[in-house]
């Protein structure tokens, strides 16, 4: 496989999203604006994913007892990460969570929030659209910034 869908398949994936899609890419010498593009599109397929996920498959599983146990486990979790700041702030509160590049607080994440929380399908993909706009915006920004300090190091030794 290529560079460009190794970069697509980490911004996929839940635990790395952009995160690890956009150093991948960029790392690998796939140009900064395509880096970006390809990783901030891959990552947006979350929410249509995990609404498609959580509209379907939930009431099917819902009736299983080893999910129902996950399912709560998930949803107390979420909460107590983003229930305060989500009834607080709402849509910006929401877009806010997804645009910091930390572990756990990306596209899967926001978007899951915004479905247990019940915010309206559209007002959701548009702050975690946002959301995940600005925080490709600082990855890459942050990525390139590391690798021109790191390559000015190394012309010093």
């Known amino acids: ?18 995160r690890g899609g956009i150093p991948y ?6 140009n900064p604006v395509t880096a970006y593009l390809i990783c901030v599109a891959a990552n947006l397929l979350a929410f249509p994913f995990v609404y498609l996920f959580m509209g379907f498959f939930h009431d099917l599983f819902s009736k299983m007892d080893w999910y129902a146990n996950l399912f709560e486990k998930v949803v107390v979790r979420t909460r107590s990460k983003v229930g305060d700041n989500l009834e607080k702030w709402g849509f910006w509160g929401l877009m806010v969570f997804v645009m910091i ?6 596209a899967y994440t926001g978007s899951f929030a915004a479905w247990v ?3 309206e399908k559209r007002k959701g993909f548009l702050a975690v659209s946002l959301g ?8 890459t920004a942050i990525v390139l910034s590391g690798t021109e300090v790191l ?7």
């Open 132 to 139: 995940v706009v600005i925080s490709g915006l600082i990855v």
């Open 117 to 119: 929380f019940g915010i």
């Open 1 to 18: 496989m290529n560079d460009y869908i190794y970069s697509i398949i980490l911004s996929m994936l839940p635990i790395f999203e952009l």
């Open 101 to 106: 590049p930390l572990p756990v607080t990306g």
């Open 151 to 157: 390559s000015f190091l190394l012309k010093k030794v």
């Open 25 to 30: 890419a960029l790392l690998n010498g796939i």
